[in-house]
């Protein structure tokens, strides 16, 4: 059974069955995201800027593509940084 809960305004759903996996900021061709490491495919998955439950992005089955996962980020952990450097560069 899914139980998806609307957070809005504060972020996606949450899937209250899926894993949480912390989500790291970075930059994808200067746009902030969200990166998270899968344990199971080994690789590094990139997603929009918003916390809450995401379809995984494995290429090849594994636990997080039956369930998809929540993403979930610390505050000020490097984000602010990242946002502050893309405003004062005048990117859009």
């Given at each position: 059974?899914?139980?998806?809960?609307?957070?809005?305004?504060?972020?996606?759903?949450?899937?209250?069955d899926a894993p949480v996996?912390?989500?790291l900021?970075?930059?994808?061709a200067?746009?902030?995201?969200?990166r998270v490491?899968c344990r199971?495919?080994?690789?590094?998955?990139y997603?929009?800027l918003e916390?809450?439950?995401v379809?995984?992005?494995c290429?090849?089955?594994?636990?997080?593509?039956?369930?998809?996962?929540?993403?979930?980020w610390?505050?000020?952990?490097?984000?602010?940084?990242?946002l502050e450097s893309r405003w004062k560069s005048?990117a859009?």
């Amino acid at each position: 059974m899914v139980c998806r809960i609307d957070t809005e305004p504060y972020g996606k759903a949450i899937d209250l069955d899926a894993p949480v996996l912390l989500a790291l900021p970075a930059m994808v061709a200067g746009i902030p995201a969200f990166r998270v490491w899968c344990r199971y495919c080994g690789d590094e998955h990139y997603h929009r800027l918003e916390e809450g439950w995401v379809e995984a992005g494995c290429e090849t089955e594994t636990p997080y593509t039956a369930t998809g996962y929540n993403l979930s980020w610390r505050r000020g952990l490097w984000l602010d940084d990242l946002l502050e450097s893309r405003w004062k560069s005048g990117a859009d």
